[in-house]
T-cell receptor, first 113, second 114 residues
């Protein structure tokens, strides 16, 4: 079945770059997404990448995809205290009809002054 | 566009009671999804509608759970005879068909079963 894994915690200093990593198992993945969740809130869609791309840049966010290794990363440039949150990687595969997202457990990003 | 809205935001109920949650999707979105999120975990898929048709249900959706989307707009999720294990955040999302099928989430309904 589909599985998505992320490291649990990441701590960075304000102004540095953050890199959050994700691995997935579903080889039929078509799109991969990054969401941000702040305490007590729903999920905010940050960006996504189609599986035939290897990089996508969107302002401070850069997504890298290594489809061969099934590895996805999110780089946040010039990390700010407002970036402190939990970041979820999710994949949409064709398994089971391709209608659901499978999420990782989330990476808690802490930005220190 | 006001985004996806959910009501109520919080619900505390006693074990054995029935609860119903409502989700209003983004108006032009024809797909609607329900997910459940427990503490320290990512959201888990429960069910999905395209217009008014419920097209997919997860094994997580026991017989005590039922979801409807009668006119293809808002949706309700009902849990009958609640159990303590039902305590979670219930998230609704909506999307268009096609493209990247980006799912936009509501703020969630936090259910606590005592």
């Amino acid at each position: 079945g589909e599985d998505v894994e992320q490291s649990l915690f990441l701590s960075v200093r304000e102004g540095d770059s953050s890199v959050i990593n994700c691995t997935y198992t579903d080889s039929s993945s078509t799109y991969l997404y990054w969401y941000k969740q702040e305490p007590g809130a729903g999920l905010q869609l940050l960006t996504y990448i189609f599986s035939n791309m290897d990089m996508k840049q969107d302002q401070r966010l850069t997504v890298l995809l290594n489809k061969k290794d099934k590895h996805l990363s999110l780089r946040i440039a010039d990390t700010q205290t407002g970036d402190s949150a939990i970041y979820f990687c999710a994949e949409r595969g064709l398994t089971g009809g391709g209608n659901k997202l499978t999420f990782g457990t989330g990476t808690q990003l802490k930005v220190e002054l | 566009d006001t985004g996806v809205s959910q009501d109520p935001r919080h619900k505390i109920t006693k074990r054995g009671q029935n609860v119903t949650f409502r989700c209003d999707p983004i108006s032009e979105h024809n797909r609607l999804y329900w997910y459940r999120q427990t503490l320290g975990q990512g959201p888990e898929f429960l069910t999905y509608f395209q217009n008014e048709a419920q097209l997919e249900k997860s094994r997580l959706l026991s017989d005590r759970f039922s979801a409807e989307r009668p006119k293809g707009s808002f949706s309700t999720l009902e849990i009958q005879r609640t159990e303590q294990g039902d305590s979670a955040m219930y998230l609704c999302a909506s999307s268009m068909s096609g493209g990247a099928y980006e799912q936009y989430f509501g703020p969630g309904t936090r259910l606590t079963v005592t």
